[in-house]
């Protein structure tokens, strides 16, 4: 479609017949951006739900324990930095990309998923905690929809790192060719929305059940 | 992201337009990039948007728990517009404004889906059958 445009554009360059082609093809550059944010927002709705979920039975301990008495406020402030960190440092992956560095971009890939495993091991770590003093999924319905919400988003997290791997690997082979690039901008759209559905997660669960 | 130079495909005032945006890069890849200026503000401010929550609720420094509770809401929401500007780089005219209007229905789902869900189940409490003979002897 662009490439049609284009060359209508040549074709008939300096003509005043064909402005409005143009101007209604300018629109739709790559349909894959918008496609994968089309995904996201449905991603965005997935994770509305389980947080409408965890809003509604969140205080229904069933006698067990309270977000206050489990929640270790210290870690889930190492693991927002974690978070935070990588996705600066794909911020930095992505200028490299724009430089056309393939060394540096890599670089950077590794590093945001060093972060990544760090984030990701930290979580499992509080998982494994929660379990083993008997607060797991099935204690109350808080703890399940906590479970839930929270075990989505570090799914997200574990898939975006498979995916930062297979992509790492696809640059190292093929360089930094168009479709690599386009990849790329995918999962830096996908790794910043999961650390904006983070703030929430530490907001909504994490902040305001300890104050409640 | 894109492979096509702005002012290759737009009329005068789009190229014009376009480059008022992308000062800091001028190689052609439209606007998806953002700068190092630009991650490194969208950083600086989220450190301080989440530092100040956090220690708000750990340190307890505020007599007020619902006050609190009102004042992390916030800064999570300005840290969430922080995050999409700069690190999204969302704007009004990304994809042609179909980025914005698929952001702004999910929205209005998501505050339909969560304020609908929190205030429909929160009546059905209140109507739930008695839990116990001496609750339905004491019915209000």
Excluded at chain 1, 183 to 190: A, E, K
Aim: proline residues 3%.
């Amino acid at each position: 479609m662009s490439t049609h445009a284009m060359s209508a554009n040549a074709a008939t360059s300096g003509a005043h017949a064909d402005e409005f082609i143009v101007r209604e093809d300018h629109h739709p550059e790559n349909g894959t951006m918008l496609g994968f944010w089309l995904y996201l927002m449905s991603d965005c709705l997935i994770f509305a739900v389980l947080f409408a979920i965890y809003g509604v039975v969140g205080s229904n301990y069933a006698a067990g324990p309270s977000p206050a008495d489990l929640f270790d406020l210290d870690i889930v402030a190492v693991n927002t930095a974690m978070l935070l960190l990588s996705s600066i440092t794909y911020g930095f992956a992505m200028l490299e990309m724009a430089r056309k560095r393939t060394q540096m971009t890599l670089i950077w890939l590794a590093i945001t998923g060093v972060f990544g495993l760090c984030f990701i091991g930290i979580e499992l770590y509080e998982f494994h905690h929660l379990i083993h003093i008997g607060a797991g999924p099935q204690r109350s319905a808080f703890l399940s929809a906590f479970f839930t919400l929270v075990g989505t988003h570090g799914l997200h997290v574990s898939f975006g790192l498979i995916w930062l791997v297979t992509l790492m690997t696809q640059v190292r082979k093929h360089g930094l060719t168009t479709e690599n690039r386009r990849r790329l901008s995918c999962l830096s759209l996908f790794w910043h929305f999961l650390d904006v559905i983070w703030i929430g997660v530490f907001t909504f669960v994490y902040l305001m059940g300890v104050l409640r | 992201m894109s492979t096509v130079n702005p002012h290759l495909d737009a009329h005068g005032e789009d190229t014009r337009n376009f480059h008022g945006h992308d000062d800091g890069h001028g190689d052609g890849h439209g606007e998806a990039h953002g700068s190092f200026k630009g991650y490194l503000t969208g950083f600086l401010l989220s450190v301080v948007l989440t530092a100040i929550p956090f220690w708000l609720v750990m340190e307890e420094v505020l007599p007020s728990k619902q006050l609190t509770v009102v004042i992390v809401l916030a800064f999570a929401l300005v840290q969430v517009l922080v995050h999409m500007v700069y690190f999204l780089h969302m704007n009004t005219q990304s994809e042609g404004g179909w980025n914005m209007l698929a952001l702004i229905f999910t929205l209005i789902l998501v505050v339909i889906t969560f304020a609908g869900s929190l205030w429909v189940m929160y009546h059905m409490n209140e109507n739930m059958m008695p839990l116990s003979v001496h609750e339905a002897k004491n019915l209000p």
